[in-house]
């Protein structure tokens, strides 16, 4: 129940291309939902964050996508540049101990 | 921007030694956070720390493991005695009012 399922684990866009990553929960007590993005060597990184309360948040060319009811939500990368590239992990929370999804792994080709 | 540092970037032990990771967070941040990456694969969670105490810690976080705030400052995760299963990237995180962890870049450690 405390798992995070991520997908795709691989994904290559073109450059200005839509990337889309999906991830699903069971929990219901989840109610924080942060994207992270982590470059080879570095710790995650805070890219963007939502509460149920919402269906949509933007930031820039990043989008989050979340249905409270099929208990998903997605990141939608717009305009994908090369410098996107990495590996992005989804996560929950509905205490302060984060639970992970298993990453996904970004290439934008130019 | 503040940062999380943590220290060494790199420790390599042989199994059956101690080790030591240490963090020194961000100063007005009052919770702390020890996560581990096995190579490849998901970030886990391991301890979370307020108040001086550990408040939440997963099944991983087993008698091997120990956290402790010595000076105020750093934050340490001690293993007593490491396995070559604990090579890990073992990452530190903070984090202020509300939700926002900021993570360090990580101690790589290598048992052999």
């Known amino acids: 129940q405390q798992q995070v399922k991520q997908s795709p684990q691989s994904l290559i866009v073109q450059k200005g291309g839509i990337s889309i990553i999906n991830c699903a929960y069971e929990?219901?007590?989840?109610?924080?939902f942060p994207w992270y993005q982590q470059f080879p060597g570095k710790g995650p990184a805070l890219l963007i964050a939502i509460r149920p309360d919402v269906s949509e948040k933007k930031e820039g060319r990043f989008t989050i996508s979340f249905n409270k009811s099929a208990k998903q939500f997605s990141l939608h990368i717009m305009d994908s540049q090369p410098g996107d590239s990495a590996t992005y992990f989804c996560?929950?929370?509905?205490?302060?101990?984060?639970?992970f999804g298993s990453g996904t792994r970004l290439q934008v080709q130019p | 921007e503040p940062e999380v540092t943590q220290t060494p970037s790199h420790q390599v032990t042989q199994m059956g030694q101690e080790v030591i990771l240490r963090c020194v967070p961000i100063s007005n941040h009052l919770y702390f956070y020890w996560y581990r990456q096995i190579l490849g694969q998901k970030v886990e969670f391991l301890v979370s720390f307020y108040n001086n105490e550990i408040s939440e810690k997963s099944e991983i976080f087993d008698d091997q493991f120990s956290v402790e705030r010595p000076d105020g400052s750093n934050f340490t995760l001690k293993i007593r005695s490491t396995k070559l299963e604990d090579s890990a990237m073992y990452f530190c995180?903070?984090?202020?009012?509300?939700?926002?962890?900021?993570f360090g870049s990580g101690t790589r450690l290598t048992v052999v």
């Open positions: 996560a929950a929370t509905g205490r302060r101990a984060l639970t």
């Open positions: 929990n219901t007590a989840f109610d924080y």
């Open positions: 995180a903070t984090e202020g009012i509300g939700y926002g962890y900021t």
